[in-house]
């Protein structure tokens, strides 16, 4: 043991050297003592001076990456220390910039509203000014309101026009130029640009903003960033930035080998944070409300209209609120408080949005301003939350997680949130992709809350009990790569283009489960989304990216119904082929409730229109509700009810499919796949083509995932029914003896499902005949609902009736038999037998 000591010093001493380069004796057993408390580096207040970093163990490459040239730019304006805003991260600016400047990637953590992703930048471009050194700096942010946001603050501060020094880049939209130093980009536009260029080298510095949101872009970026840093661009700095942290996963990930171990990356903790935000959670605001709040249930992921009412009232309640901070507030100071607060409420979707909203629109003598903010939202709409509430009035904003993180809106002082995020999962019952509810991460919730307090004190309510939150709210999001199915993750490591799928996966941070590899590229090449490699090996594992393949991966739906939208569009039948994906992603809009079963599912029938398909169903219903809304018939929500009501379709559900069905129609168009405006009316024989035609497409998306029917003996059929059309008549067995005596108690229980046209008897059989009322040929919708009636279990009782009775009925035909039979009041449970 004693042996190993001074092995072990020598071996830290080499550590260091190679980690700290030349840094002072001092300043090593500083961050060596941190070190020790904790195997990932967390700086706090740490006294590091510029240093140049040791790379020697870079040279080999240094040829081939770029390191930025002197700057040929305009003049950047450079700041003083002292026109920074006091921020908690302005204390902390040289350091941080020598931190950055001496290590390859550095983590940086610090409370919402620090000045992280505002701030830390233009520390950065303010040093390569001071030093007449060119860098080029880009800034990744989740979303676009974010990017766009931010950018426009950034440019404002620094005096300068937006898109010449300071510039943003989202979708299709640049405000930027080749003079823009500081560019602020979504994590997927970002990830597209170094996917085409397959360096880093055009970035000086590369900034990860909001790291915790583990979406399958940000996952790639990571990816793509470490690969890339490791090989070709060992000179480009990454800064990876979140308030919600876990900074140790992050470190282990972009470790760097020196001396032969790993060594994990550098955490730098920023103190402090702008205001206070007071929380709050259901239980305590049960004092403000005369009823019991009930608490929620893990597994009742809804929000109930007394939740609404609750969130509502609490709005309400801030004036009172505000009212007695405003006492305060003079007592200790003399303020005033003009302005009523604004208040930002997260909601897990657009129709729980539209809720609120409509409730919220009720209450015309409040004075509010409400604003909904979702990703249908255009990007002028989203910057309207943005500016100052008319005076008097209140600002409230509804909002999905579009404004969770990175997003400043000044005057919000309140957070109301339901603690509910919609995701993409894979949804355990159907295997498909679909956007399900789910609580949100206290990650989430914890940036939810920082949207207050940044430019004065904030609350945040939280609708859920604290118990709740401590025991049933996760910790962290799963990350979106493993909740997806490989065969999409496969895609999008195709569309990467860097390797085989294997190896490349497997060095994410959070890798796919990948034993079903070899079976899921099979599947993949079968279904025509990727061919099967050129290269002349025997390739089990990868695949080349077919035009198919490209569009799926850009389908947030299951890959069959992905390919059924593409064979849509070339069929001509791309409109219903959307909303047919649409519906299946999603829970099925049709009611079907208990009581009323059968009626459920004659209105899904009628729908369907003769065609015994749900996609049909899902088609014609669909078209109805839209074409009904856009006549303005469904203006008023009671009216939309009650439409649902009389169709046995879900208001909410169908809602939910019209918003990924726009979402759906907006990504295909950026492959040339346009719905026409306005349809050709079709006469009825080109109808029935149609359907024909979709029917196909289906049948063609699905492959090999179908099944041949067997040829229907039509006479075999009419003679097993005595004669009668196996298409509007159905068999019953096994009735009790003298089974015409049950004539009426059979009628009334087809009645059920459709009029009755006769009932014949064979021994222990009947035949029950419908009314054919329209001129449609096919099988009845009637006899599919008995057949339905009988395959779903409905248990219908038939009673039997007792010897005596059936003696007076039978008359004078011999019944002995029958006194000693044990027939007598049993529940049977009729089987139906169709032949067609
Ligand atoms: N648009 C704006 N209007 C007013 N103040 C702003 C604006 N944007 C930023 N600020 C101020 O700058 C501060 C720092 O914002 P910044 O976005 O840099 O913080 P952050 O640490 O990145 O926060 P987060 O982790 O939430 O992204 C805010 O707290 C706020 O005081």
């Known amino acids: 043991m004693q042996k190993e000591a001074p092995e072990k010093e020598r071996q830290d001493t080499e550590l260091w050297q190679g980690r700290y380069g030349r840094m002072r004796e001092t300043e090593k057993s500083v ?64 350091e941080l910039v020598s931190f950055i400047e001496s290590n390859s990637v550095v983590i940086i953590r610090g409370a919402t509203g620090s000045g992280k992703t505002t701030q830390l930048p233009q520390f950065i471009l303010d040093h390569y000014n001071e030093k007449n050194a060119l860098c080029n700096i880009v800034v990744t942010q989740p979303r676009k309101i974010g990017a766009t946001s931010i950018a426009r603050w950034v440019a404002a501060q620094r005096k300068c026009t937006l898109g010449s020094l300071v510039g943003y880049q989202v979708a299709l939209e640049k405000m930027a130029t080749e003079h823009t130093r500081l560019i602020y980009m979504t994590t997927g536009v970002l990830l597209q640009k170094l996917v085409l260029a397959k360096s880093l080298t055009e970035y000086s510095h590369i900034f990860v903003d909001e790291v915790h949101e583990r979406t399958e872009d940000m996952d790639f970026l990571l990816l793509v960033l470490r690969k890339l840093l490791h090989s070709n661009s060992r000179h480009v700095k990454i800064i990876l930035m979140s308030a919600t942290i876990n900074c140790r996963e992050f470190a282990d990930y972009f470790a760097t080998p020196i001396w032969g171990k790993m060594s994990p990356a550098y955490v730098f903790e920023v103190e402090g944070a702008p205001y206070t935000i007071e929380e709050f959670y259901l239980d305590d605001l049960q004092k403000l409300f005369p009823y019991r709040i009930e608490p929620p249930y893990p597994d009742d992921l809804m929000i109930s209209p007394k939740m609404y009412d609750l969130a509502i009232s609490l709005i309400q309640n801030f004036d009172e609120i505000e009212g007695k901070d405003f006492s305060k507030a003079q007592k200790d100071g003399g303020l005033t ?31 509010l301003q409400i604003y909904p903010l979702h990703s249908s939202v255009t990007l002028e709409e989203q910057n309207g939350v943005f500016f100052s509430p008319v005076p008097g009035y209140r600002k409230v904003i509804l909002s999905t997680n579009i404004a969770e993180s990175s997003v ?76 997806v199915p490989l065969s999409t993750i496969l895609l999008k490591v195709k569309l990467l283009n860097m390797g085989d799928p294997r190896s490349l996966l497997s060095t994410a941070l959070s890798p796919p489960n990948l034993v079903d590899i070899v079976r899921t590229v ?51 039948c791309l409109d219903e082929c959307l909303i047919i994906a649409a519906s299946h992603s999603l829970k099925s809009f049709f009611a079907i409730p208990a009581i009323q079963q059968l009626a459920g599912h004659r209105s899904k029938l009628a729908f369907a229109r003769g065609v015994p398909s749900d996609s049909m169903a899902f088609v014609n219903a669909f078209k109805a509700w839209y074409s009904a809304r856009k006549k303005g018939e469904l203006r008023h929500p009671k009216d939309e009810l009650s439409w649902g009501r009389e169709n046995f379709i879900q208001i909410r559900r169908i809602r939910e499919v019209a918003e990924l069905y726009e979402d759906l129609k907006k990504r295909v168009s950026q492959f040339n796949m346009h719905v026409p405006e306005e349809p050709p009316s079709p006469h009825n024989s080109s109808k029935h083509r149609q359907t024909f035609i979709l029917l196909v497409v289906i049948a063609g998306a699905f492959y090999p995932n179908y099944f041949f029917q067997q040829e229907t003996d039509d006479r075999q059929a009419c003679k097993e029914l005595m004669g009668l059309n196996p298409q509007t008549t159905v068999m019953v067995k096994n009735l009790p003896p003298y089974s015409f005596l049950y004539y009426k108690q059979l009628q009334s229980l087809f009645r059920l499902c459709g009029q009755v046209k006769t009932i014949s008897f064979d021994c222990s059989r009947a035949y029950v005949e419908f009314h054919r009322t329209s001129k449609d040929s096919g099988v009845l919708p009637e006899v599919t609902l008995s057949l339905l009636m009988a395959n779903k279990g409905f248990r219908r009782e038939l009673s039997i009736y007792p010897s005596e009775q059936i003696e007076i009925c039978a008359g004078r035909r011999a019944i002995t038999h029958l006194r000693f039979s044990r027939y007598s009041s049993v529940i049977i449970q009729l089987l139906f037998e169709l032949n067609m």
């Open 522 to 572: 099979l599947q993949l090449i079968e279904m025509g989304a990727l061919s099967a490699k050129t290269d002349g090996k025997t390739q089990s594992e990868d695949g080349e990216l077919t035009f198919l393949g490209r569009v799926l991966a850009h389908l947030p739906v299951d890959l069959y119904l992905g390919k059924m939208i593409v064979l849509g569009h070339v069929f001509g």
């Open 31 to 94: 961050l060596l003592h941190r070190e020790q408390k904790d195997s990932s580096i967390i700086l706090k207040h740490s006294v590091l001076i510029p240093v140049i970093p040791d790379d020697s163990s870079q040279k080999a490459d240094v040829g081939r990456s770029q390191k930025p040239e002197p700057s040929k730019g305009p003049p950047l304006s450079p700041r003083t220390s002292s026109e920074y805003p006091s921020l908690p991260i302005t204390k902390n600016k040289e």
């Open 408 to 483: 400043t809106v000044p005057d919000v002082k309140y957070v109301i949130d339901f603690c509910l995020a919609r995701r993409l999962v894979c949804d355990k019952d159907t295997n498909y992709q679909s956007l399900l509810l789910t609580w949100a991460s206290k990650t989430n919730c914890n940036q939810r809350k920082g949207r207050a307090g940044r430019v004065s004190k904030g609350y945040c309510y939280r609708l859920v009990t604290k118990d709740f939150w401590t025991n049933e709210i996760p910790e962290y999001m799963i990350p979106e790569m493993q909740l």
């Open 337 to 367: 408080l003009s302005e009523r607060g604004s208040v930002l409420v997260f909601l897990p979707g657009i129709h729980e949005i539209r809720c609120m909203q409509e409730t919220l629109a009720k209450l015309v003598h409040q004075r």
